[in-house]
């Protein structure tokens, strides 16, 4: 597992962060959350604030973004629950980041199908970039994390990205995955496997093999 | 009302109850760690396994599972003797063999537990986790590589205490039991998480490495520090009390305690009195018993004396005193020391009539000047208990940080006459409202205007009693049983200027007012009382005497007595008998049960354990009228009283919890 | 030592019934480190005769000074109760650098050891169970 811990609580970090507060558009989304439940129960839309704060914060940065201690506690305030359950609620998920990360938080598929499809040469592809496990890479492009599954095993390895999938990698595809990303440009997400759409077998499909090109009637062969 | 078959025997549980309090009911133990009975069901611990039919084929954690009609339960099976063995296994796989070292050691759940369910040895040889300690405060002491992650305490601090400042960061192995930052814990029932953890993580800082369970003689007694009449067990080795825990009684404390009744009994055995000073010239020099009694008769008390009970007397000790005054012809007796002068005619009056159990039924409060949280802390998880079953609470008051959702109604204690409408439509329309005057609201008039609310709102109806009066001193509703209680007050005995002034720990008295008289402290630590008096008789305290208190809710209950009192100090009655003979008087009695049962001949609801039967409530006087802003007479905590102040651990509570001074210790 | 109290007393050194057996049986072996003379029987029929040394060599020791059995030091303890035959000096290997030097019983001397609290080292002591602080007018 990931290790984590907590960015310390230093006079850097709550000058900083100590006068986080939403946006315009981000409160309009907040309150709009909020209003998903029943009055007095706004304590339930503490995952998704903390993900749009941890958005926010990703913006400010240029970052994938990350949670420091004054946002969570703002957050806290925010929907009045008092700050150690919403760090509970922080500490507890790996999407939320409680260190600071790179622009791109390549999060790299560990678990077994990965790795016997070929996880390892991923890190290693990874590590010959630059990048350190846990860390931020000198440009501040790339933070390494080794995550377990992500459930893409149908399509491993694969590498998560921000919050795109880059699945069916080799070490060169993920090169080039990573260079059009450095490059600012938009890699197409999903399986790099030339010729496959998703995660059906590959070599085609096996079974219902009519409705690849039509919606066909299969109920005549009941 | 299902029937179960628990281990082969039928009964009839309650609707509602589950599994495990099934195989309770049958007589069954069911080991557990996170399960409690006052706290939420967390079933995280798993130890409680059992099996039941219907269901599926493996064992289920009996404290989260309902027990339905027709249910199977077998706890004695190989299946749920594997089941425990394994539970076991897997929580001490990260749990430190340290019992030698552990304060726990000889009290703690995990260490019965596996002797009695778990397996012989340990099949585990890979490293252990260790994680760092957590501060949470001059109370509490964490070791947290022992945690369990039960979570009795985050659940506490949420559930009971109201103050969510307790919780679990990381997860899965990482878990850690923390407080925010590592804030110290400070609300007043804090300590309280100590007894709930059923193994060492968290213990008490003040009494680490003190003593072993199996040492101390233990003693049941009753907490002084406020007028909630906690029920606690001192625990001594030889001549010390090292240690107070509470005892269960539901009508009381449930299995609660104040941080100050816990800790504050570090104080007895600093600053005591153990000799007998006279002021000679100005100067308080030791002396001898008799010339101190000769000093008194040579004041000629006769007919002029007065006797002033302190917070922390019991009522034996202020019946002695009172058969002494009456044998001189006087009956200037009074225990409010403060100058309240509110009217004690009915003791009905001044009575928590409602009960502590009751109030809980409670579905509209209005408090009256106290802050209930400081003033009686274990009524303030009541209240809350009450809120939290949709009771509206309003309080008139300074602001203060109740745990519960009140509605504060401004300082000026004359809104009783002009009621805000949100007050009569609640009460109007409540089943149960109750009425709780403090202290503070006392002291502005506000007594008779909360009898008349009482009437305006039918506040005593079939089966219900709303009207309550909170106290602040442990001697209080017995020294008004008792008589000690002027019209007028402690002002009254001070225009009577008496010879002599016996003073029962009285230290929150204005000596000043006194300047004429003889001042005789008879009392167990030195403090204001026994600086500003002509002669010191040294006494006992109370855990050093056998006594009657009476809480407030007029609840009648005896603390026995645990360690002997130091040097020269004796149990207040023998003092006072003494004195009756220097004085040449007879008071009646020769010993402590001739004192008893003329204190109960007198007054005979003292002789009953439990509550006492005032009557009704008298009528409310329309021409009192209460005004002014109400200011809470407790301005610390921890400092209430002469024990506490003399306690090296409320001193420490009090500096870096109210004050906030940098006391924190370096990370250990 | 006078004449006087070699005749009358007996606790230091060899009374004169001992010297005069020392003198005429006792064959000098070695001293120790204090001055101690240590003495075995010259006359191989001298064997002890009881307890479980029968038939073992006679050996004994005289103090210089106070006869106090703790002034042996242990290398000689050891050849004075037959553990080793040879003297302790040929026997024993070389005394390390950290060994300290030997020293005898201090109970009831001036050196002897006072725990913590003894009134010798004052009178104070820890904290303990029933201890109380006095209140005092100042």
């Known amino acids: 597992m990931a290790d984590r811990s907590l960015a310390p609580d230093t006079p850097e970090l709550r000058e900083r962060w100590g006068g986080f507060a939403f946006t315009e558009a981000n409160k309009a989304h907040a309150d709009k959350v909020i209003a998903r439940y029943p009055d007095g129960r706004q304590k339930s839309a503490v995952m998704p604030l903390l993900d749009l704060a941890q958005r926010q914060v990703g913006a400010e940065t240029d970052t994938q973004g990350w949670l420091p201690l004054p946002v969570i506690e703002y957050v806290a305030a925010y929907l009045d629950v008092p700050v150690i359950r919403v760090l509970e609620v922080a500490t507890f998920y790996f999407m939320y980041n409680l260190r600071p990360v790179g622009k791109y938080h390549v999060q790299v598929c560990g678990t077994t199908p990965c790795m016997l499809r070929g996880s390892d040469a991923i890190m290693e592809a990874c590590k010959a970039r630059g990048m350190k496990k846990g860390a931020v890479s000198e440009d501040g492009l790339w933070t390494l994390t080794e995550v377990e599954c992500m459930g893409s095993c149908a399509t491993a390895p694969m590498v998560q990205i921000n919050d795109g999938n880059y699945e069916d990698l080799t070490p060169e595809r993920l090169d080039a995955v990573l260079d059009a990303l450095a490059a600012g440009k938009d890699p197409k997400e999903g399986t790099q496997e030339p010729g496959r759409h998703t995660s059906e077998p590959s070599g085609g499909p096996t079974t219902l093999k009519e409705m690849v090109s039509e919606n066909h009637d299969y109920r005549s062969q009941w | 009302m299902p029937k179960v078959t628990v281990d082969g025997q039928e009964i009839e549980v309650p609707n509602g109850a589950t599994v495990l309090q099934a195989c309770e009911l049958a007589g069954k133990e069911i080991p557990r760690f996170c399960y409690h009975e006052r706290l939420s069901i967390a079933g995280n611990c798993r130890m409680c396994l059992v099996e039941v039919k219907p269901g599926p084929p493996k064992p289920q954690a009996s404290c989260a599972l309902p027990a339905t009609d027709g249910q199977e339960i077998r706890t004695d099976t190989d299946m749920v003797k594997t089941a425990r063995e394994g539970v076991m296994e897997f929580l001490l796989i990260n749990h430190p063999l340290d019992c030698p070292i552990c304060d726990q050691g000889g009290e703690c759940d995990l260490q019965d537990q596996s002797m009695m369910y778990g397996r012989g040895a340990t099949r585990y040889e890979e490293n252990k986790r260790a994680v760092t300690e957590k501060y949470m405060g001059p109370l509490i002491k964490t070791i947290m590589t022992r945690c369990i992650h039960c979570t009795r305490c985050v659940r506490f601090s949420e559930e009971i205490a109201g103050v969510d400042e307790i919780g679990a960061i990381y997860r899965g192995e990482d878990m850690q039991i923390t407080t925010y930052l590592e804030q110290a814990a400070s609300h007043e029932l804090s300590a309280n998480v100590i007894d709930l953890c059923p193994v060492g993580a968290l213990t008490s800082r003040p009494y680490a490495f003190e003593a072993r369970p199996w040492e101390l003689k233990k003693t049941w007694s009753i907490d002084v520090s406020d007028a909630v009449g906690a029920n606690i067990r001192l625990d001594s080795r030889g001549r010390e009390v090292m240690r107070a825990l509470p005892r269960i009684n539901d009508a009381v404390n449930e299995e609660w305690l104040s941080d100050k009744g816990r800790y504050q009994v570090d104080g007895l055995s600093r600053r005591r009195l153990d000799k007998v000073y006279i002021r000679k010239d100005g100067k308080l020099v030791p002396a001898e018993w008799n010339e101190a009694f000769a000093a008194i008769a040579a004041a000629n008390p006769k007919g002029s004396i007065a006797a002033v009970a302190g917070d922390l007397v019991d009522c034996e000790t202020m019946f002695a005193a009172k058969a002494l005054l009456g044998a001189l012809g006087s009956d200037h007796l009074e225990g409010r020391q403060t100058g309240l002068d509110y009217d004690c005619s009915n003791l009905a009056a001044v009575n928590f009539n409602s009960t502590f159990e009751g109030i809980e039924n409670a579905d509209a409060i209005l408090i009256v000047g106290s802050q209930v949280r400081w003033e009686a802390a274990l009524v303030n998880v009541r209240l809350r208990k009450a809120a939290k079953r949709g009771a509206k609470i309003f309080v008139v008051g300074p602001q203060w940080d109740t745990t519960y959702p009140a509605t504060f109604l401004g300082e000026d204690a004359a809104v009783l006459h002009d009621l805000p409408q949100a007050i009569t439509e609640a009460f109007s329309k409540a089943e149960r409202p109750a009425v709780i005057v403090g202290g503070g609201g006392l002291a502005k008039g506000a007594l008779h205007p909360a009898l008349a609310f009482a009437e305006q709102f039918n506040l005593v109806r079939e089966g219900w009693n709303g009207f309550n009066v909170l106290h602040m001193a442990a001697s209080r509703m017995g020294g008004l049983m008792l008589g000690y209680a002027q019209k007028g007050g402690i002002g009254n005995i001070a225009k009577a200027k008496p010879n002599v002034l016996i003073s029962l720990g009285a230290d929150e008295l204005d000596y000043g007012a006194f300047a004429d008289s003889l001042k005789v402290y008879i009392g167990h630590h030195g403090d204001a009382g026994a600086h500003a008096a002509d002669i010191i008789l040294p006494g006992a305290s109370y855990a050093e005497k056998d006594g009657t208190y009476v809480n407030t809710e007029g609840r009648v209950q005896f603390a026995e007595k645990a360690v002997f009192a130091p040097g020269d100090a004796r149990e207040d009655w023998t003092i006072l008998r003494a004195m009756a003979d220097a004085l040449d008087v007879s008071v009646g009695f020769d010993s402590f049960a001739e004192l008893q049962s003329a204190m109960i001949a007198a007054v005979p609801a003292l002789g009953e354990e439990g509550l006492a039967d005032f009557g009704q409530l008298p009528n409310a006087d329309a021409s009192i009228r209460a005004s002014g802003a109400i200011s809470y007479p407790i301005a610390d905590f921890y400092m209430t009283n002469v024990v506490a102040r003399a306690s090296a651990t409320m001193q420490r509570c009090s500096s870096e919890l109210l004050h906030h001074d940098d006391l924190k210790e370096a990370a250990e | ?138």
């Open chain 3, 1 to 138: 030592m006078s004449f006087l109290g070699k005749i009358f007393t007996w606790w230091n050194g060899a009374t004169i019934g001992t010297s005069l057996f020392t003198m005429r049986r006792g064959e000098k072996v070695g001293t120790d480190a204090q001055g101690n003379t240590y003495y075995r029987s010259r006359n191989k029929r001298d064997m002890t005769t009881a307890g479980s040394y029968i038939g073992a060599e006679r050996r004994w020791v005289i103090y210089e000074g106070a006869n106090d059995a703790s002034r042996v030091p242990p290398e000689w303890h050891g050849w004075l109760h037959g553990s080793f035959d040879d003297v302790p000096e040929s026997y024993l290997p070389p005394a390390k650098i950290w060994e300290t030097e030997y020293v005898p019983n201090a109970t009831g001397t001036a050196d002897a050891y006072r725990p913590q609290g003894a009134l010798e080292r004052g009178g104070k002591r820890v904290k303990a169970v029933g201890d109380y602080e006095a209140w005092t007018p100042e």
